[in-house]
């Protein structure tokens, strides 16, 4: 209870929100972030998901915080929606999600891949986010005489768009943006309702050589995140160790503040 006090006694804005937390969840922030910064997150982002103690424990156990934190701004650059004081930590796509929880068999395919996150819907959405809402799989869009089937379809409340996901088992390739195009083409004539937003799509894959997503992505308009995931839970330290290059980039002085000082 001291530590508790002597923690958020300085936060005016942190104080009235700790109240509104379990104080088993409280303890969970207490003891399982460091900084003010990170707490303050998972404080907000557990009052606006509902966390139980399962579901927040999840998320600080996988760095949910850190993973956040290093994901690309060009990742989002699709998505057009602030970031405020009543609105954070807002939804966003990562550059790397954690599905420990599929329990995949050895070398599995595309479809042991779909079939476990189906499976897992419930944890795969705590994981991407809980304004997510789960339509289909093997969903079909025909065009011309021909049919296609997007892997996964959801509904995003916050952004308010359908979001097709593209499930890949090995490493991102340049061609995968153009099917992906062709499926949301189809989803915005087909699909989109008139007070929606343009469709988004998400290629999930194993792995991605980050030049190559960007100069795949460099001159293209297309509203497609490139994604990857992992089976097995990333290393938080290596997470805390990005998030501090970063940081530390953007703490530098300019030149131009250099010869200001």
Same mark, same amino acid.
């Given at each position: 209870?001291?530590?508790?006090?002597?923690?958020?006694?300085?936060?005016?804005?942190?104080?009235?929100?700790?109240?509104?937390?379990?104080?088993?969840?409280?303890?969970?922030?207490?003891?399982?972030?460091?900084?003010?910064?990170?707490?303050?997150?998972?404080?907000?982002?557990?009052?606006?998901?509902?966390?139980? %103690?399962?579901?927040?424990?999840?998320?600080?156990?996988?760095?949910?915080?850190?993973?956040?934190?290093?994901?690309?701004?060009?990742?989002?650059?699709?998505?057009?929606?602030?970031?405020?004081?009543?609105?954070?930590?807002?939804?966003?796509?990562?550059?790397?999600?954690?599905?420990?929880?599929?329990?995949?068999?050895?070398?599995?395919?595309?479809?042991?891949?779909?079939?476990?996150?189906?499976?897992?819907?419930?944890?795969?959405?705590?994981?991407?986010?809980?304004?997510?809402?789960?339509?289909?799989?093997?969903?079909?869009?025909?065009?011309?005489?021909?049919?296609?089937?997007?892997?996964?379809?959801?509904?995003?409340?916050?952004?308010?768009?359908?979001?097709?996901?593209?499930?890949?088992?090995?490493?991102?390739?340049?061609?995968?943006?153009?099917?992906?195009?062709?499926?949301?083409?189809?989803?915005?004539?087909?699909?989109?309702?008139?007070?929606?937003?343009?469709?988004?799509?998400?290629?999930?894959?194993?792995?991605?050589?980050?030049?190559?997503?960007?100069?795949?992505?460099?001159?293209?308009?297309?509203?497609?995140?490139?994604?990857?995931? %992992?089976?097995?839970?990333?290393?938080?330290?290596?997470?805390?160790?990005?998030?501090?290059?970063?940081?530390?980039?953007?703490?530098?002085?300019?030149?131009?503040?250099?010869?200001?000082?």
């Amino acid at each position: 209870m001291k530590q508790f006090y002597e923690t958020y006694k300085d936060f005016e804005k942190l104080s009235p929100l700790v109240t509104q937390l379990s104080w088993t969840n409280n303890l969970l922030i207490l003891s399982g972030a460091k900084t003010i910064e990170e707490k303050e997150f998972y404080i907000k982002m557990a009052l606006k998901n509902k966390y139980s %103690k399962r579901e927040l424990d999840r998320q600080i156990s996988t760095a949910y915080f850190e993973r956040y934190m290093v994901a690309s701004d060009k990742a989002n650059q699709s998505i057009t929606k602030t970031i405020d004081e009543d609105d954070y930590p807002n939804t966003r796509i990562l550059d790397t999600y954690t599905l420990e929880f599929l329990d995949l068999p050895n070398n599995y395919k595309e479809k042991d891949l779909q079939s476990a996150i189906v499976d897992n819907m419930k944890d795969f959405i705590l994981e991407i986010g809980k304004d997510f809402t789960f339509m289909d799989k093997e969903y079909k869009v025909q065009v011309g005489n021909h049919d296609f089937f997007i892997d996964l379809l959801f509904y995003n409340r916050a952004f308010s768009c359908l979001v097709a996901f593209e499930l890949k088992i090995g490493e991102f390739k340049p061609e995968y943006i153009s099917k992906m195009d062709l499926y949301l083409e189809a989803l915005d004539r087909q699909e989109k309702k008139q007070n929606e937003n343009p469709s988004v799509g998400i290629i999930l894959c194993s792995n991605k050589d980050e030049k190559v997503v960007e100069f795949a992505m460099s001159r293209s308009t297309s509203p497609t995140l490139v994604a990857q995931y %992992k089976t097995e839970l990333i290393d938080k330290k290596l997470l805390q160790d990005k998030l501090k290059q970063i940081t530390d980039i953007l703490q530098e002085p300019t030149e131009t503040e250099g010869l200001d000082n």
